[in-house]
């Protein structure tokens, strides 16, 4: 379990450090030489920061731990079976320790600039209302983030699904967490991850942190949704054959290998 666990971390934190990190330092950077011109990344640059982190590091550590690095994936993959009972808390501890080592690590860097403010700067925290980047209220936030967490989940579930192609799936989910960031980060900075948003609240002031009950909420409640439903909407048709024949015969040996016994 311990080596689980430091994959989680370590996987928590580069995707924060990434993701985070580029919003932070090159969404906006203006020219040295005219102050009008913008030569950051912008918001689309930061979806591709999460986006390629997450693929990173999934194939990096992803076949130790699995490569959660959320505590919603967490929670959706152990509703959908696929993670044992004892390894959610232990999970969920790991990735917000990773998330939150990654937002210190990045405080000290963003310190060392003259004028810096992470207070006023927002420090990539996510928010409805004032702190939401374009003004959207806590009920459209509320609603993006489930709504957006669970196709997250749907697609990490199908990707990683036995049916899937095999190999692939780190390019799916690092796909779907890019488009995830350009359609939200407008509306609530984007967050479907409580790790991710609980790692750079800490610095970003009162008003963050109070605000930082919805990004854990709604994304836990996003992915229980995918968690509960997968098996129902997509069941493997193969399971319903080895059920029927586990009921009218006694099974052969190839069947007895299929079920994995």
């Given at each position: ?14 995707l ?60 959706g ?123 750079v609240?800490?610095?970003?002031g ?41 009921e ?14």
């Open positions: 379990m311990s080596s689980r666990l430091a994959a989680e971390l370590l996987g928590t934190f580069v924060v450090f990434g993701g985070c990190g580029t919003a932070i330092f090159a969404a906006s950077v203006l020219s040295p030489d005219n102050e009008n011109v913008n030569m950051g990344v912008g918001f689309v640059g930061v979806a591709l920061a999460f986006g390629l982190t997450v693929l990173t590091m999934a194939y990096a550590v992803g076949h130790i731990s699995g490569g959660h690095f959320n505590p919603a994936v967490t929670l993959a152990f509703l959908a079976r696929r993670v044992e009972a004892k390894a959610v808390l232990p999970y969920m501890v790991a990735q917000i320790a990773g998330a939150s080592l990654a937002g210190l690590v990045l405080f000290v860097i963003a310190s060392g600039k003259e004028g810096f403010d992470a207070v006023g700067s927002g420090f990539a925290s996510n928010g409805y209302g004032a702190l939401s980047p374009d003004g959207y209220s806590l009920a459209a936030v509320l609603v993006t983030e489930v709504v957006l967490t669970a196709i997250f989940l749907f697609v990490i579930l199908g990707a990683t699904d036995a049916r899937a192609p095999q190999g692939f799936a780190p390019i799916a989910i690092g796909l779907a967490l890019t488009l995830i960031h350009l359609v939200s980060i407008p509306v609530s900075n984007t967050s479907v991850n409580p790790a991710r948003s609980l790692g609240a800490w610095f970003a009162p008003e963050a942190l109070a605000q930082v009950w919805a990004f854990l909420v709604a994304p836990l409640v996003g992915a229980a949704i995918a968690g509960l439903t997968y098996k129902a909407l997509f069941p493997d048709v193969s399971d319903h054959v080895l059920e029927e024949i586990g009218n015969a006694a099974p052969s040996p190839a069947d007895t290998v299929r079920r994995g016994a």
